[in-house]
């Protein structure tokens, strides 16, 4: 089982940059491929980033290519989302999550494990 808090959101200006981390607990986080999803009000949760369990492969959803990137740590257990370029509709809380059974997925309800989420606005 993983325990997820996602830390480093905040307020930014159209164009600014921040970075998320997710801090995981349990000694098997290395094992699981790890994912960042976002949900805006009134809209429904929605990938946005991956990593495999190694950290060797990534992907992203179309509408942050080139300008996320994903990252993690294993020795820290901690998975990163560096985000550039930001732009108004990125505004949403962002979560880090852990599926069980599967792998490199992209669809939410492969997830088993959550963190809370942190608060992303982009101002324009």
């Known amino acids: 089982q993983v325990h997820l808090v996602e830390s480093g959101g905040g307020l930014v200006q159209a164009g600014g940059s921040l970075r998320l981390s997710c801090a995981a607990s349990?000694?098997?986080?290395?094992?699981?491929?790890m994912g960042w999803f976002r949900q805006a009000p009134g809209k429904e949760r929605e990938f946005v980033a991956g990593?495999?369990?190694?950290?060797?492969?990534?992907y992203y959803a179309d509408s942050v290519k080139g300008r996320f990137t994903i990252s993690r740590d294993n020795a820290l257990n901690t998975v990163y989302l560096e985000m550039n370029s930001l732009k108004p509709e990125d505004t949403a809380v962002y979560y880090c999550?852990?599926?069980?059974?599967?792998?490199?997925?992209?669809?939410?309800?492969?997830?088993?494990?959550w963190g809370l989420g942190t608060q992303v606005t982009v101002s324009s």
């Open positions: 349990g000694r098997t986080f290395s094992t699981y491929s």
């Open positions: 999550a852990a599926p069980e059974y599967v792998s490199d997925s992209t669809a939410p309800n492969e997830y088993d494990y």
């Open positions: 990593i495999s369990w190694s950290g060797g492969s990534t």
